[in-house]
């Protein structure tokens, strides 16, 4: 059993920088698919990063190419997403999961149901406010 541990999330006002992190209680090398996910209230979650475990290929959504960035450390058994310029339109619950089995493209590309994923964090809120 893996446990995936979000963190970094807070209060940000728009323009402004947030560092994700998920901790993972396992090795991250068993997974193919880490990701990253966010939910608004009477919203979907949608899937928006990922990194391979197996090797570090990375995905991003389109709505969010070119301001958030997502890196492994995989030493520490860590995924993070950096996410740079933040609007008010970025506020959500932001959520790791992990799979073993699924490609990156999965994740940002097909809706998750909570039951596709082997392994999701707690969710970690981001609220972006000036």
């Known amino acids: 059993q893996v446990q995936l541990v979000e963190s970094g999330g807070g209060l940000v006002q728009p323009g402004g920088s947030l560092r994700l992190s998920c901790a993972a209680s396992?090795?991250?090398?068993?997974?193919?698919?880490m990701g990253w996910f966010r939910q608004v209230p009477g919203k979907l979650r949608a899937g928006i990063s990922c990194?391979?475990?197996?090797?570090?290929?990375?995905l991003v959504a389109e709505s969010v190419k070119g301001r958030f960035a997502i890196s492994a450390d995989n030493v520490k058994k860590v995924v993070y997403l950096q996410m740079n310029d933040l609007q008010p339109e970025d506020t959500a619950v932001y959520y790791c999961?992990?799979?073993?089995?699924?490609?990156?493209?999965?994740?940002?590309?097909?809706?998750?149901?909570?039951?596709?994923?082997?392994?999701w964090g707690q969710g970690a809120q981001v609220t972006v406010s000036s």
């Open positions: 999961a992990a799979d073993s089995s699924l490609h990156c493209s999965v994740v940002v590309t097909v809706t998750p149901t909570q039951d596709l994923y082997e392994y």
């Open positions: 396992g090795s991250i090398f068993s997974f193919n698919a």
């Open positions: 990194i391979s475990g197996y090797d570090g290929s990375t």
